[in-house]
């Protein structure tokens, strides 16, 4: 809760769920559903509805295959409340990449920056 507004977020499918075989040296191993991806809900906290969501990792749709255990945290900056994101995933069963994202942008660990 913040500013009196109720927020989730978590793993989503924004999709038809389609089953998608890990990529592991061996061709096996279990299956995921196709395209999760992480986002953030803004919930009316009478109605029990979604007023609005987000995408705020993998819209590109890759193959996550471990991740999105979001920590969420707000961080005061030049007289703005920015919501900031520490989070981590894996794509391809190859090792995890962390990253921490503001709500209005995200900047990776290798320095890359995609929204404004």
Do not use: Q
């Not at 096996?28 to 979604?50: E, H, I, Q, S």
């Not at 707000?74 to 981590?88: A, C, K, N, P, W």
């Not at 069963?93 to 929204?115: A, C, E, I, K, M």
């Amino acid at each position: 809760m913040r500013d009196g507004r109720y927020y989730l977020m978590g793993r989503n499918w924004t999709e038809h769920v389609t089953l998608v075989s890990s990529a592991t040296p061996s061709g096996g191993g279990p299956t995921f559903p196709a395209a999760m991806k992480l986002c953030l809900f803004r919930l009316d906290p009478v109605a029990l509805t979604v007023e609005k969501a987000v995408i705020l990792d993998n819209a590109e749709r890759a193959n996550v295959t471990d991740g999105y255990y979001p920590v969420p945290y707000f961080l005061e900056r030049s007289g703005r409340t920015l919501f900031r994101i520490v989070d981590y995933k894996g794509v391809d069963r190859l090792p995890r990449r962390s990253w921490s994202s503001n709500f209005f942008g995200r900047r990776s660990v290798d320095g890359t920056h995609s929204g404004s």
